[in-house]
């Protein structure tokens, strides 16, 4: 039977006659502590404290462990009189156990310098026979049942043949005896060990029971996830395949229980919807599909999912991997590890150094191990993030740059809040999160790891490092240079298959394989370095390539050179590549690595090309960029929008390098910085106008080129431009919801030196404006307007329209905390007239009319009529002609507000729908969430509960990721006034608790009027 070899007892007296002997005893863990020997007996380890530095070693087998880690594991904070003694004795005491388990045993337990070691086989003593005869000699062995079944899971998602992977997994899930490590399961040392098991327990249920689903035996598929998913309602995986075993068990209600109650986990505890496979196969199940009996590969795959991104929401898109133009070669060893690592901790780290592929072999990792699983695989680069970071910055920049990356917003508050969200969503989702190139922010990127990890299981991390993270329970791997011994070796595959790139008729005779093996030995099998070379074979044959390099590596490994041989290999390959340049592709690739980021054709010729006078003419940008791709010193990177370019880590650090030589640095650094001050500039005129939508998806992808542009002004103190760039980009944030830690941009923004005209007095409104609650401001946001209106004013020459206008916009802003609270309504009201008629004196109506919406929807809200703009203008009009979606949304609020007042739920409904459409269009997420709660209350009113739970999941769950505490308060009053109505009090009760909101309290009252989760308060 395929995999039974796995649970056969193994025989201790299994060598040949006259040579050694083997017996192997195992150590189980995955239930009570305890020990087996060769022959399949158990053999309990009588104290508990022995049982415990059993479970100390062998979560370590083979590794040394020290004294004092042993000790804390055993006693923690309650040591002993003399914890060393003690130690000593439990550890006699094992060694006596494993005596009695297997003769010899006690061999298996060392001490040394470096502490205590468990090992994994070990020679036995030689025992007299009679008449002094001699017995053969033992060799002993020890296996762990937790990494037995690790290494089953493994053989199981690497078999093609069902039977066998059947099989493996069937008896990987028979070696569980209940909760691993038994008594020892509260030890804080142990949860994440404890934490991975349950987790690939989890996982192979989940495999064997599609696996039995396929070959039609849905009883036996229930049998093994009933049990799980009453202790799992929130895994989607595990869903998809109990509905599905259920409906083919003739056990329909049953399966549409399973979903319900799926969903309403994930809505209490999470405030998300199911994901779109999960709904997609409850509708199936809904509709009687009859293609769910058969089996899945015979029809559409309901684990496979090959459509699954069809059906994934506009609003969250799928993450990518990169895509690299020339394929992944070898490593299979690597990648097997990386895989088998992950089944052991959370977080695994590719150590090594620059140009070994730690990059492109943690992608195909990820590649592989999300096309297994069907989970999420995100990636995250580091290597924007500079290197020093503002004191107590904690893991918040990562977590920010990860947030961004996996398209996760933010609205009103600050990094804490933003992690926690942060891990909640990864942890929800589950799957690999890779971060890459951590060596330079390893102290945050450690933080943030450790508090994505500690929330939860579901989550693993893969990094790429040069040095450690240092976590607990981090596991390491060494990538080593590729095999460069022989013709047929790694490396030698590595660079033929790069050098047909460029040059297809290479040779591949005797000679020319023999030279390549040797130029690959001189390069130390370094990819990067080998990748350099290959595109020279354009110009040079393999043997006069090694000539030329032979000379050139020999000059460099002089002895007195204190760099690594493998570092002065690839720094000599780069110094050979970059003498290969003319002028133009050096002073390219020199000024493209000013900031760690990927960039445009246009922003490359934009930012690097130089005047008439200059070295590199703009008509040479593109030639030169294309050279530097072909040569694999620039990576060409296909996106949505377009290819865009950037250079590889150790590239870019020698690139940075030759860039200060040539005294450009801040040349170009401030060309770079004022390239964008003006792109965003733009972007605030075009925001608010029928290319909206345009603007806001090009600004979010160059968020890295704006953080460096605005950091690198704040560095130099180049106060003008920090305040150009943040003022302009405000507005962009504001509409996204994209504000973590717009108040402290702010607010260094305004330290900066500089002219204290009227654009830093906008910077100081702001900061007024944000730093204070509506109605504590007030005072601060006047005085700061009184200082705006004055410094625009003295401008030599006076204001031009554009500052005006500028002044006139964050002036009707400024409004708008004034609005909320009744006190400061008047002098609200002022304000904001004050900036619409201005707006209107100085022509630009679309912008009044804007202004006077964001007035009036405040003004409606608190219960007061609306002004409307002056001379007869219709604002409505006015926007809809200039095509500003987000301007028309706050009409349509206003236009909601007045129906309901009216009673008229048509033309209520009517504007929902269109504001939650063009919400989502512009990417405008607070507002989105908004109007699906809207659109949840109008169908609770009509009766359509179905509808309701739609909208109001959906609002709750979006205005729980972006952070907005009002309209999450909003979503989860009318969730609560829905469990009420159907007659679950308690859970109404509790969502009503939990949604403290006046504001929220007066929205639900404007759509219902009699809500009775409301009738006590």
């Not at 009766?943 to 109001?952: E, I, K, P, V």
Request: hydrophobic share 40%.
């Amino acid at each position: 039977m395929p995999g039974a070899e796995v649970m056969r007892p193994r025989n201790a007296a299994a060598g040949t006659r006259g040579g050694p002997r083997l017996g192997r005893m195992k150590i189980e863990v995955l239930g009570p502590i305890r020990l087996r020997t060769s022959t399949g007996q158990a053999v309990e380890v009588r104290e508990r404290k022995v049982r415990a530095v059993l479970a100390a070693l062998a979560v370590d087998l083979s590794d040394a462990v020290p004294a004092d880690t042993l000790i804390d594991r055993v006693w923690g904070g309650d040591l002993p009189a003399h914890p060393t003694r003690v130690l000593q004795a439990k550890l006699s005491q094992l060694r006596s156990a494993l005596d009695e388990t297997e003769p010899g045993g006690r061999a298996l337990l060392s001490s040394g310098p470096g502490g205590h070691r468990l090992s994994t086989s070990a020679p036995a003593p030689a025992a007299g026979g009679s008449g002094g005869a001699q017995e053969p000699e033992r060799e002993l062995e020890v296996e762990v049942d937790a990494e037995e079944f690790r290494q089953l899971i493994v053989r199981a998602r690497g078999s093609e043949a069902l039977a066998e992977r059947t099989e493996l997994l069937r008896a990987a899930l028979q070696l569980w005896r209940g909760e691993p490590y038994a008594e020892l399961r509260d030890a804080t040392w142990l949860a994440p060990e404890i934490g991975q098991l349950h987790e690939l327990r989890l996982e192979a249920a989940e495999s064997l029971a599609e696996a039995l689903l396929e070959v039609g035996q849905a009883q036996e598929s229930v049998t093994v996830l009933e049990p799980l998913a009453a202790h799992h309602p929130l895994r989607a995986r595990l869903t998809r395949a109990l509905m599905l075993a259920l409906h083919r068990a003739h056990r329909h209600p049953d399966a549409l229980g399973v979903y319900e109650r799926h969903r309403r986990h994930l809505a209490e505890e999470l405030g998300a919807d199911p994901d779109p496979e999960t709904s997609h196969l409850h509708v199936r199940i809904l509709q009687q599909d009859p293609r769910l009996q058969d089996r899945p590969q015979d029809h559409d795959s309901v684990f496979h999912r090959p459509d699954a991104a069809a059906h994934r929401p506009e609003a969250a898109p799928a993450p990518r991997l990169p895509v690299f133009a020339s394929s992944f070669l070898g490593r299979m060893p690597e990648l097997r590890e990386v895989e088998l690592r992950l089944t052991r901790s959370p977080l695994v780290t590719v150590l090594g150094i620059g140009g070994v592929g730690k990059t492109r072999l943690a992608v195909r990792a990820a590649e592989l191990l999300s096309e297994k699983s069907g989970d999420a695989a995100w990636f995250v680069d580091l290597s924007s993030l500079d290197a020093c970071p503002p004191p107590d910055t904690g893991p918040a920049r990562v977590a920010r740059l990860v947030a961004e990356s996996i398209g996760l917003t933010q609205l009103r508050e600050e990094s804490r809040d933003l992690l926690d969200r942060l891990t909640a969503a990864l942890q929800a989702t589950g799957g690999l999160l890779l971060l890459d190139n951590c060596e330079h922010v390893a102290d945050e990127a450690a933080r943030f790891a450790h508090a994505v990890l500690s929330a939860g299981n579901a989550l693993k991390i893969l990094a790429t490092s040069r040095e450690p993270l240092g976590l607990p329970g981090e596991q390491r791997l060494a990538l080593t240079p590729l095999s460069a011994q022989a013709p047929d070796d790694d490396a030698v595959t590595f660079f033929l298959d790069r050098a047909r790139a460029v040059t297809p008729d290479l040779p591949e005779d005797p000679h020319t394989l023999a030279v390549v093996a040797e130029l690959c030995r001189r390069l130390d099998g370094l990819p990067l370095a080998l990748e350099l070379a290959a595109a020279q074979t354009a110009a040079l044959d393999p043997t006069r390539l090694l000539d030329r390099l032979t000379d050139r590596l020999d000059l460099l490994s002089r002895p007195e050179r204190g760099a690594p041989r493998r570092q002065q290999t690839l720094r000599g390959m780069l110094d050979w590549s970059w003498s290969l340049l003319d002028e133009p592709e050096r002073v390219l690739l020199r000024r493209l690595a000013v900031h760690p980021v990927s960039w445009t054709v246009e922003t490359v010729e934009s930012v690097c090309a130089d005047s008439q006078d200059g070295p590199l003419r703009c008509a040479a940008v593109v030639p030169a960029l294309v050279s530097l791709v072909d040569r694999s010193l620039v990576v060409a990177e296909p996106t949505e929008h377009g290819t865009r370019y950037r250079l590889l880590e150790s590239v870019g650090a020698y690139a940075a390098e030759q860039l200060r030589l040539a005294g450009e640095r801040e040349h170009i650094a401030r060309l770079h910085r004022e390239h964008w001050r003006t792109e965003i500039s733009c972007a605030q005129d075009y925001l608010f106008s029928a290319h909206a939508r345009d603007w806001v998806r090009r600004i979010r992808a160059e968020r890295a080129h704006l953080r460096h542009a605005f950091a690198e002004a704040v560095a130099v103190q180049d106060g003008a431009a920090a305040v150009d760039l943040i003022l302009a980009w405000f507005w962009h944030r504001w509409i996204t919801g994209e504000t973590a830690g717009l108040l402290d941009e702010l607010r260094q923004a305004a330290a900066c030196p500089g002219p204290h005209d009227g654009a830093h007095a906008q910077v100081q409104v702001l900061i007024a404006v944000l730093s204070g609650s509506p109605g504590e401001s007030t005072a601060d946001i006047l005085e700061a307007l009184d200082r705006l209106r004055a410094r625009t004013e003295s401008s030599p020459g006076g204001p031009s329209h554009r500052a005006q206008r500028s002044r006139l916009q964050v002036q009707w802003f400024a409004a708008t905390p004034l609005l909320v609270v009744p006190e400061s309504r008047a002098q609200g009201r002022q304000v904001a007239g004050e900036a619409v008629e201005g707006l209107v004196a100085l022509g630009d109506l679309p912008a009044a009319a804007f202004a006077s919406t964001q007035r009036d929807w405040f003004l409606l809200d608190a219960g007061e009529p609306a002004v409307g703009m002056p001379d007869g203008h219709d604002a409505e009009q006015i926007l809809r002609e200039h095509g500003d979606d987000y301007g028309l949304t706050q009409v349509l609020g206003m236009r909601h507000i007045q129906a309901e007042r009216d009673g008229d739920r048509e033309v209520s409904a009517a504007a929902a729908r269109e504001a939650t459409d063009l919400s989502r269009r512009l990417g405008a997420r607070g507002e989105e969430c908004f109007w699906e709660a809207i659109q949840g209350l109008h169908a609770l009113d009509a009766g359509d509960h179905t509808g309701a739970h739609g909208h109001l999941d959906r609002s709750l769950a979006l205005g729980r990721t972006i952070g907005s505490d009002i309209e999450a308060g909003f979503a989860t009053l009318g969730l609560a006034e829905l469990a009420a109505r159907e007659g679950d009090q308690a859970r109404a009760a509790a969502l009503r608790d939990s949604a403290v909101s006046p504001t929220a309290e007066r929205w639900l009252r404007r759509i219902l009027s009699e809500p009775s989760v409301l009738s006590g308060s």
